[in-house]
Every structure is written in structure tokens, then in C-alpha cells.
């Protein structure tokens, strides 16, 4: 069925999210930074055009801060660990 390969994320706050997705992807991991770096998502709509990015400052800084993990039948509890065990070691 569609759903078992159907993304599903868990997000978390790193301080470095971008050196944390280029890790855990060497090790295979998928995780997805496209959809939590922005303050609307997907990303890909279109803005209102009254839209300031600017007036919600912690927004922006939960959003630059944001990694979001795999979470669906593909990962396995071994893999979870792993995962969990990588952003132990680097997410400093």
C-alpha cells in the first residue's frame, strides 16, 4: 500500500540541522530539512503577499533549527538506535 513508503517525520531541534541531515545521510539515513527550514510549508506554495517573515522571530529560529527524522515501518528498531546513538555523538 501507498502509505507504507510514505514519508513520515519526527521533528527535532538541533543547533546545526544541515551538518546533522549530511551525517546521518552518509550513514543512509533519510531525513528531511526541506519542509522544516521554512515558516509556511510545503515550501513550495505560494506566499500571501501581506506575508513578513520578519515579524515572528522565533518562528524563524525553531525553523533554522529544526531536523526532521523518519519515523515509519522502513526504520527499523536497530536503525532508531543508530540514529539516536548519531545524533548523540553530533548534535553538540
Known amino acids: 500500500?501507498?502509505?507504507?513508503k510514505a514519508p513520515i517525520f519526527l521533528p527535532i531541534q538541533v543547533k546545526n540541522p544541515k551538518k546533522l541531515h549530511?551525517?546521518?545521510l552518509?550513514?543512509?539515513?533519510?531525513?528531511?530539512?526541506?519542509?522544516?527550514?521554512?515558516?509556511?510549508v510545503p515550501f513550495s506554495k505560494v506566499r500571501p503577499g501581506n506575508f513578513q517573515e520578519?515579524?515572528?522571530?522565533?518562528?524563524q529560529q525553531l525553523a533554522q533549527q529544526t531536523l526532521c527524522l523518519p519515523l515509519n515501518q522502513t526504520v527499523s528498531?536497530?536503525?532508531?538506535?543508530?540514529?539516536?546513538?548519531l545524533i548523540?555523538?553530533?548534535?553538540k
Open 1 to 4: 500500500k501507498w502509505f507504507r
Open 22 to 24: 549530511k551525517i546521518l
Open 26 to 40: 552518509k550513514h543512509s539515513y533519510q531525513t528531511n530539512i526541506d519542509w522544516s527550514q521554512h515558516l509556511l
Open 54 to 59: 520578519d515579524l515572528y522571530p522565533q518562528a
Open 77 to 85: 528498531p536497530q536503525d532508531a538506535v543508530a540514529i539516536v546513538e
Open 88 to 91: 548523540n555523538k553530533h548534535a
